[in-house]
Structure formats: C-alpha cells, structure tokens
C-alpha cells in the first residue's frame, strides 16, 4: 500500500483547515482502495469518528472534496466526541469511490491502514459504509466499531444517533415554546434513512408530532409509508417549507442550510441528525438574527458515537441509552450559556467543547 502521512502542516486543497494533528492518504492499487483519514485532536484520548464512502461525483474534483470532507468532519468529531463526555478525540476517514460497488478487498486493505495506526483513530460506519462492511474491516484491526452483535458490536449506530436528536429537539423546544412537548408541531424531515426514518418514529410514537419529509430514495419513503402512513411526503425542499413547519430537521448530507435558505425560512427551530449542517459560519449567525434557533448537529448528534464507543469498553446499550439521553440536559446547559453570554448556540457548544479540550490538554 502506497502510505503518505502528512502532519502539522496546510496542504492544498485543505489549507483552510487547520489544527489537526495527522492527515494520512492512501491509495492501494492492487484493490483500487483510495481513503483519507483526517485526525484532529487526541487530546481527550484516540480519535474516533465514522468512515464514509462516496463518489463525490457532483464535484468538479472528487479527491479535493473527500480530503475537505475528512478535514471537516474530524473537526466536528472533537467537538462532538466532548460535548459527549467521551474520552476520545476527533478523527473521520473517506474511502472515495462508490458505495454500492465496494469490495471485500477494499474493505480489508482499509482494515489494514486503520491497523498501521496503531489505536490513535477508531472507526465507525457512516455514510455508505453498512454493518456488514465494518465487520469486513474489523477482520484486520481491533480498532473498528459499528460492527454486529455477532461480532462484539453494538449495531447500527443511528439507533442512538435518533435518540440523541430527538432528546436535542427537546430540549431546544422546551428552550422555544416553555415546553419541551413536540405534539401536534410540525416537524419538516429531510432525509428520512437510518436516523431520520428511526427519529420519525420517535417524532410520532413518543410525541404525537406531525411529520412532513422529503427524501430522494424510493425504498426509504416506502418503508416509512409502510410504518407511518400519515407521514406526508413532498417531492421538494420548496413544497415542503411552503407547509410552514415549527421546525426544520436535517438529515442528510451536510451543508444544507446555506445562507440564502437561512434568509427565507420562517422555520422557530432547527434541529437535525446530519453533520455539518450550516454551509459557511455566518449562517448560525443569520438564524440567530432572524430568531430561528438552530440546536448544534455536533451537540445533538453524538448518539451514535457513543453507542460505537461502547462496543471498547462492554457493548451494553442500555448504558449507552442511558448517556444519550443526556443530550437533553447538555443541549440545554449550551442554550443557556448563548443566552448568559450573548453569543449564538453554535459559539457556546464549541467555547464548552474547547473548555473541556483544554482541560484534557
């Protein structure tokens, strides 16, 4: 495996992103295997975040896009990683290339790169990466997590990553409306896969909310038609905020809420499971200038990774739970302290999370 380790240093295409400790790229020709591993921080312990696969075929340059990515969401990784009370820091891999097309071949020379780092990062599944292929990786390292309960896993790590959103939203109401009840608001779902369709669920069994969504898969909204046929579908963004919801929840990829959109929602609250949900920093600044209260996806979100972190240290899910449900009561705390300090939700997660790192440090 060609293996090209780049440290504490800006190398374009990623010169905006600065602060992490290890850039790892590798590329296996034998297998076609092409990953980045971005970690960020090993300040409160290894760095653990998921590993997505994609094409990244809607960019004009798939490879600038993956390394982007990696860098990114590493960072998001060690705020989230603190805000949970975990001890690890941040790290996050991309395996460009598609997903529906990977090989067990790919996913063991994969297995063997997360090896070579000796523990500093462990991995999830995420984005395009299944249950099944993380217990393909875990066949040539110890330091992957997300696996199977026949494999010493904890399962699909969106169970608790829906959890945790729903605990934020919560909160987040309770922040909004004096009450922490979602029944008979208005919820706008984008993305309705393995944490938006389980958070549905949450939305409408445990709340008695009202669900509107959007999603481009056919199966997805089929099986969430088949669970919840009063859940309305829209075959656009544009249909679905014309409905007026309470809240918007995304979902999906990241960077979705831009500027442009933050200017025109007439949304009161913001709270979803993708990762890195604001386009550029001045939209947290604009929702909150607008009223619209925007709950951190790295604050809320971090369900699932407490549930891989588990699998190191017992795989017992009910305590794992037990934590997520914690979201509520830190959500709130961070509401709080943007209120007390006079700054947005998204500065006073990340001044916590920075306080708790520099404590470790």
């Given amino acids: 495996m060609d ?3 780049i440290t504490n240093g800006p190398v374009n295409p990623w010169s905006e992103f600065n602060g992490h400790e290890e850039v790892v790229v590798a590329s296996d020709p034998a297998t076609g295997l092409k990953s980045v591993i ?3 921080s090993t300040a409160l312990g290894p760095a653990l975040g998921g590993t ?4 990244y075929s809607d960019s004009p340059d798939p490879h600038a896009a993956a390394y982007s990515d990696a860098l990114r969401l590493a960072r998001a ?3 989230k990683n603190s805000l949970a009370g975990l001890p690890h820091g941040g790290g996050k891999a991309v395996l460009l290339g598609d997903p529906h097309n990977k090989s067990r071949e790919q996913l063991l020379a994969y297995g063997d790169l997360i090896d070579s780092l000796g523990g500093k990062y462990v991995t999830a599944g995420d984005v395009g990466m299944q249950v099944a292929d993380m217990d393909t990786v875990g066949e040539r390292s110890r330091w992957v997590t997300g696996r199977s309960p026949e ?3 904890v399962g699909d790590s ?3 990553t829906a959890v945790g959103v729903w605990q934020g939203m919560k909160a987040a109401a309770q922040f909004t409306y004096d009450t ?4 008979d608001r208005l919820v706008a779902v ?3 896969g393995k944490v938006g369709g389980r958070l549905i669920n949450h939305l409408i069994t445990e709340e008695g909310a009202r669900i509107v969504a959007v999603d481009p898969s056919a199966h997805a909204r089929a099986q969430i038609e088949k669970d919840f046929p009063e859940v309305e579908f829209v075959d656009s963004v544009q249909e679905m905020l014309a409905s007026n919801p309470d809240v918007l929840s995304p979902n999906a990829m990241g960077g979705y809420i831009t500027a442009e959109l933050a200017r025109e929602l007439s949304v009161t609250l913001i709270c979803g499971g993708a990762n890195n949900q604001l386009a550029s920093p001045e939209v947290g600044q604009i929702l909150a200038e607008r009223g619209i209260l925007y709950a951190p996806d790295f604050l809320v979100n971090c369900g699932g990774v407490i549930q891989v972190a588990e699998e190191l240290v017992g795989a017992n899910v009910e305590r794992a739970r037990a934590k997520v449900m914690g979201v509520f009561g830190t959500t709130t705390t961070v509401l709080e302290r943007a209120v007390a300090e006079g700054i947005t939700p998204v500065a006073a997660a990340e001044s916590e999370a920075w306080a708790r790192i520099a404590a470790a440090s």
């Fill in 190 to 192: 984008v993305g309705v």
């Fill in 158 to 160: 969106g169970i608790l």
């Fill in 180 to 183: 922490p009840s979602l029944a």
């Fill in 151 to 153: 494999n010493g896993g």
């Fill in 77 to 79: 990784m060690s705020l």
């Fill in 38 to 40: 971005a970690i960020h």
């Fill in 52 to 55: 997505r696969m994609s094409s």
């Fill in 3 to 5: 293996l090209a380790q």
